[in-house]
């Protein structure tokens, strides 16, 4: 991810360092010339280096990690840097989530599987009195036993994802009023970050619940260049992979046109949406009719494979009512796990299909994800 404040960081390190270092003389004339220079942290002088050439780099934050309520996880779950709280044990099947430094995080079985799935019946109204029994989960056709379940408003990692190429300028108003809004409907622990793109993408603000510093990420409009929305789509995939705390992850796209600037295809992007534990998508398109067709395929794509829903408005002055939507189906949903029964070894794509029934309705819908790639590092587990 390109940082935008790149040159003045770099400058601003060049003067620390160049004043610590008038300093240290100063106050010891007398040292001895063997004395070991300090080095820098590497957090630091990382932050001003350029990006590597090539496929899509990571994203980096523009923010200093301070800004986020929980330092990133390693591969363990746990933050870097930091040993595990002292009486933190596994939980069984389908536990509350453990409140760790003021954010929720759920603590998913090893090698579980974790669904979130929305029910509506025949008229499209949100089910939300359903138990463990109403649902049967499919992988590959073949049921699968539900070894966690719950129904709860647990705080999410959300990546909002907003278009800033030169045709959103005269949206972009309305689009970030609809961002914030979406924030302040949903769970007030969830953590957020902000990309922006258009030939290029930015993370203009790294995981925070801090609505000020959400709305001025969002102010930074250039809308200028071209459209690299698969692009943005792959590198906050990838972002929120490696970096978030929470384990409900959602992404919420917005954009006015096709992809014309991307490295990756659209293939690569739902591919990376539908690893294992992925995102949900949900996607807004503000489209003319010269546009419909490639990008309105784009964006089913990305939400229906994920669980996520395409929404399609006739203008930009219905995207508000639809972040409220999105709110309230993200704070709406069941969370289902279970332990695949094909092995990890085995690695490719796996189906997925969820029923659901209960008494007193005639039909019920399930929507989630409808598959994923299999994580193979875990097989040896």
Do not use: C, W
């Amino acid at each position: 991810m390109h940082l935008r404040n790149s040159r003045v960081l770099i400058l601003l390190f060049t003067f620390i360092l160049f004043s610590i270092g008038t300093g240290a003389q100063s106050a010891s004339p007398q040292a001895p010339a063997t004395a070991p220079a300090q080095t820098p942290d590497a957090s630091q002088t990382s932050v001003g280096q350029s990006e590597p050439q090539g496929p899509p780099p990571p994203i980096h934050p523009t923010q200093p990690a301070a800004d986020q309520t929980q330092p990133p996880p390693d591969q363990g779950g746990q933050p870097q840097g930091q040993a595990p709280a002292q009486g933190q044990q596994a939980p069984d099947q389908g536990p509350p989530p453990d409140n760790e430094g003021g954010g929720f995080v759920f603590k998913a079985e090893v090698q579980e599987v974790t669904l979130h799935a929305t029910v509506v019946d025949d008229k499209q109204r949100l089910i939300t009195n359903l138990d463990k029994t109403a649902f049967s989960v499919f992988e590959n056709g073949q049921p699968q036993a539900i070894t966690s379940f719950r129904h709860e408003d647990v705080p999410v990692a959300m990546g909002i994802v907003i278009d800033n190429s030169g045709s959103m300028r005269e949206k972009r108003d309305r689009v970030n009023k609809a961002a914030i809004n979406l924030v302040r409907s949903s769970n007030p622990q969830d953590q957020v970050f902000i990309v922006n793109f258009n030939d290029e993408y930015y993370l203009d603000q790294d995981f925070t619940g801090d609505i000020n510093k959400l709305k001025t990420a969002l102010e930074k409009v250039e809308t200028r260049g071209g459209t690299s929305l698969y692009d943005a789509v792959v590198a906050s995939a990838d972002h929120m992979k490696k970096n978030a705390k929470l384990q409900k992850k959602v992404l919420f796209v917005v954009t006015d046109g096709e992809d014309n600037a991307s490295r990756e295809s659209l293939e690569q992007a739902v591919r990376r949406v539908s690893e294992e534990n992925g995102p949900t998508v949900y996607a807004i398109g503000i489209l003319g009719e010269e546009k419909q067709r490639r990008a309105r395929r784009a964006l089913q794509a990305l939400a229906e494979k994920t669980g996520g829903i395409a929404f399609l408005p006739r203008n930009v002055d219905e995207v508000d009512e639809i972040s409220r939507t999105v709110a309230h189906d993200i704070r709406n949903q069941y969370t289902i796990g279970y332990k695949p029964t094909t092995p990890r070894s085995a690695g490719g794509y796996r189906t997925i299909h969820v029923d659901a029934k209960a008494r007193g309705y005639n039909t019920l819908t399930v929507r989630t994800r409808s598959g994923y790639y299999a994580a193979q590092e875990q097989a040896s587990q």
